[in-house]
């Protein structure tokens, strides 16, 4: 497996003026945003990185060599990659957003609601020529997965890169298309984390992403202008069943001490933030997971939904890897491989699993819209949380694998705009309340 380690650049001079920055090189690291790259590297700084790749832009590498001055267990260099830089933007750079907006509302309106159909047409050398920025980014994200996975097969890396470029290498490593581009957030000195098989195309996994927990903030900020819903997606609590790696699905079992504890931790993680509403699956490890990260708010009331259960795995349930082996040979290497396929004996496959919880989720919001709810607590279970979150990307059930969920690990998604916008993931599997660290140690056991 190869680790990487993504880090977007500290706060800048531009960040604080609401400027565009692009490919601009004026910008530099406010005070903040030096404190806040420090804080990076000692949170950071038990791994042991085999090599560190960081864009030439110097908020970037300003941001690398203060993270670098913290790792102790590291002797790589700073490697500046010509291919980590940020998105170019040449007709808007170094302009306020709000000037942005006056002089080109029509581009602008294009840049947030299709960014992929956005088109500058800039003059190179007495040529004039189209530049899609979008779709050019996702190419040179692709090109530098390329040359960097082949080098490292079987290490860790760390990059330091922009919130563009850092999107666009988190969707080409999983697929998500670029009209899905404003769909990521990418926070100053957040760190995401990827595990890839081998090379692009073959199987990698998004641990997590957008983890600004090291930088004393619970959860992302909400942007400005948020007028629509927030929800925290979480997994519940271990089992007994969760430890020992059998399959449950929709068999009962209650959470074991371990589960009770990662709920509590959960629970204090999210105290301080205001929830107005609260869904749970309707089985009992997800029901007593949220009961347990409520009791700091009682006002609070439950509800259930049972299109938020578990998978039914049929004839699955109760058993472990090697008996299902044995009893359906080649299918649980088909479920690791092409889950959108597999159907589950006497059981459901992912398309059930992705209707009836697609349903529930958007009739949560709706409701929680109708109400004028702002922010909602939603647990439910590992396929669940991964069918949901390949929905909310515009992936196919055959990225299932693409997401990881720690058992007690939380989600944030916004409907900035509402229902009428797209969905924006701005944190996935924090799990820091659980480890104390930005590395997913829960066991995830089987689902």
Known sequence: MTRVIIVRHGQSSYNIERRIQGRTDASTLTEKGQQDAIKVGQALSSISFHAIYSSP???AKSTAELILSQLTNTTALIQPAESLREI???????????????KFPEDYRL???????????????????????????????????????????????????????NRALISTALGIVPSRYH?????????????????????????????????????????????GVRLLLVRHGETEWNRQGRFQGQIDVPL????????AKAGEFLKDVAIDFAVSSTMARPKETAEIILKPHPDVKLEVDAGLREISHGLWEGKFESEIDQEFPGELQRWRTVPGEVQMPEGENLQDVWERSVAAWQSIIETALANQFHTGLIVAHDATNKTLLCYLLGLTPDNFWNFRQGNGAV?????????????VLEAMNITSHLSGGVLDKTAAGAL
């Open 57 to 59: 832009l110097q908020r």
């Open 88 to 102: 170019d933007l040449p007709l808007w750079a170094g302009m306020l957003t709000s000037e942005v907006k006056e």
């Open 111 to 165: 840049w947030k609601e299709s960014p992929h159909e956005l088109k500058m047409t800039i003059n190179e050398n007495g040529t004039t020529k189209e530049h899609f920025p979008v779709l050019s980014l996702y190419a040179q994200a692709k090109e530098f997965w390329q040359e960097i996975l082949s080098t490292h097969q079987g290490e860790t890396i760390l990059i330091v890169g922009h919130n563009g470029i």
């Open 183 to 227: 769909c990521l957030q990418q926070s100053n000195c957040a760190i995401s984390v990827l595990n890839f098989a081998g090379g692009l195309g073959e199987p990698v996994q998004l641990e997590s992403m957008n983890q600004t927990q090291h930088l004393g903030e619970t959860l992302p900020s909400l942007r400005p202008g948020h007028k």
């Open 256 to 263: 074991n001490d371990n589960g009770r504890s990662q709920a």
């Open 411 to 423: 989600s944030v998604i916004d409907y900035p705009a509402g229902l009428n916008g797209l969905p």
